[in-house]
């Protein structure tokens, strides 16, 4: 019996969040220079996303607040993996990254789900 081909679903998912989203991006902060005096500097990766407000169901007051946003967040052209000390960028505002989930059931990631809060 052939498995599921999860290449397709991540297909459907970049077309949805591509057609139901927004452009944004992740931003990652990088040092440079001596480790006495280290410089910051930001570098965004384009992204696509679509931002959603929190079922109130989830929220619990610790790991989800009231006011946290949940993004999807498209693999298509992302250089980049998410991390929780990156920053989204959405409609110019940063927002820290709570959780980091792939939805990776069978190998490749299908998409990106982000827990975030302004």
Known sequence: MAG????RSGGTAS??????????AIRRTT??????DPIESDLDY???????????RSIDGTLVLRGDRTVYLST???TIEPLRTDKVVIGGD?????????LQPGGPVVFWE????R
């Open 31 to 36: 040092l440079s220079g001596p480790s006495y």
């Open 4 to 7: 599921f081909d999860y290449t």
């Open 76 to 78: 298509e052209g992302l």
């Open 94 to 102: 940063p927002h820290t990254i709570v959780v980091v989930q792939p």
């Open 114 to 117: 982000l827990n975030v809060r």
């Open 46 to 56: 384009p992204c696509t996303l679509v931002d959603l407000a929190v079922e109130e």
């Open 15 to 24: 077309r949805l969040i591509k057609k139901f989203g927004q452009r944004g």
